[in-house]
């Protein structure tokens, strides 16, 4: 498909997101590993905090505009161009694209320039969250720009029957990717456990602090089950990006604080000592979720997880086995979950914590997720991805 002509480019793959922060926290273990068997990565993004630390671990970082959520052809068409830009001067021999601008603009760019890209679609996101004039807008890029990516990955089946369906990709490109892995050595609840307070249940949301991550619903639950059990503690950790007008306003937040509805952390780098001294995790998000790496994070710290059934959400959870499944958009369903988590003994919930860890290392640990990469790229690129490439590119 191509592959020859850029095998002299081999040694140089892009990765390209909409946020730094996202391309640190779930694929740093890929392109560390590339940059181990003698690749040169380059990480594409806005710059933030995380900029520096991709720096700090060898990768190369060019910064590009923040991307917005809204559509703005304007503001698009200057994206597509400082891509193009960036790949004519690089001339990679792969590129991973992630996230819908990305995946739709970053993909053109290649087909401008005749490199290969593949997209990864971590959700379908708010585009195609109801059909409105942005869903059709949305749908005709992805399906135009998609004929030229060399595959399209997904985090859940569901997703990708959904852009099959719906005619924007071939089933024959598609792949459906396990999460993008969660490194289970390093979110370990072992350095933690003395933290645990077993005598208040403390309920922890983490995420954006948008309406479609169900922090609403969060809120109300914790209005219920507070009528039963008054000293539960129900913890709200994550960004408050007041420029998105999806994101719940500053004010409410504050007034949920003020009623002693529930705790505002606000946002920290490293999340293990929260989600450790927690007792269970809660995310009743009906956004268009790949598999949220935050639900991971907590099951690998085996930490019981309550979450909707829906797309991606559900993929974390075996109802009743390691944490619970309640109806998306349903704050009374999630308050009961919640007290039925409570009712167990603490000998029952700290199997379903163990469950989830487990479950974490079997399915899901970030290695199994590099290494399928490294397959798929080795396939595209004739070389064999082994510690021994080291030689080969040499």
Not at 182 to 196: A, G, L, P
Not at 207 to 234: C, D, H, I, M, S
Not at 293 to 312: D, F, K, N, V, Y
Request: glycine letters at 6%; proline letters at 5%; hydrophobic letters at 40%.
């Amino acid at each position: 498909m191509g592959n020859s002509e850029h095998l002299h480019n081999n040694k140089v793959i892009i990765f390209t997101g909409n946020q730094s922060m996202a391309l640190f926290k779930f694929r740093l273990g890929i392109m560390v590993e590339l940059k181990q068997l003698g690749f040169k990565v380059y990480a594409i993004a806005p710059p933030d905090v995380y900029s520096k630390k991709l720096v700090e671990k060898g990768i190369e970082f060019i910064p590009i505009p923040t991307i917005p959520y809204e559509t703005n052809p304007l503001k698009d068409l200057f994206f597509f161009f400082r891509l193009y830009k960036i790949y004519q001067k690089i001339q990679p021999g792969l590129i991973f694209h992630y996230t819908i601008k990305p995946n739709i603009y970053g993909t053109l760019a290649t087909m401008c320039l005749g490199l290969p890209s593949f997209s990864i679609v971590p959700g379908r996101g708010h585009a195609f969250h109801k059909k409105n004039w942005l869903f059709y807008v949305a749908k005709l890029l992805y399906k135009y720009s998609q004929k030229h990516a060399v595959g399209i990955w997904f985090l859940n089946e569901e997703d990708r029957d959904f852009f099959v369906e719906q005619s924007i990709v071939p089933l024959s490109k598609t792949m459906v990717l396990p999460g993008e892995g969660v490194n289970t050595t390093y979110y370990s609840v072992k350095e933690f456990r003395k933290k645990k307070n077993q005598e208040t249940t403390t309920f922890l949301l983490l995420g954006r602090l948008l309406w479609e991550k169900g922090v609403g619903v969060f809120a109300e639950a914790a209005q219920l089950v507070k009528e039963k059990y008054p000293n539960t503690k129900f913890q709200l950790l994550g960004f408050l990006d007041k420029s998105d007008h999806r994101v719940v306003p500053e004010k409410t937040v504050s007034g949920w604080i003020q009623n002693s509805v529930l705790d505002y952390l606000g946002e920290v780098q490293d999340v293990r000592p929260y989600l450790a001294q927690s007792n269970c995790f809660v995310l009743p998000s009906f956004y268009g979720e790949g598999l949220p790496r935050s639900l991971m994070e907590a099951a690998s710290m085996q930490i019981p997880l309550i979450t909707t059934a829906h797309p991606g959400c559900s993929r974390a959870v075996l109802n009743g086995i390691n944490g619970y499944l309640c109806k998306p958009k349903d704050s009374l369903d999630l308050a009961e979950r919640m007290i039925q988590f409570i009712e167990l003994t603490n000998s029952e919930k700290l199997e379903m914590g163990n469950t989830g860890r487990s479950l974490m290392q079997e399915q899901f640990e970030e290695k199994l997720i590099v290494d399928i990469y490294l397959r798929k790229m080795g396939e595209f690129l004739s070389i064999n991805l082994t510690k021994e490439m080291e030689v080969q590119l040499a």
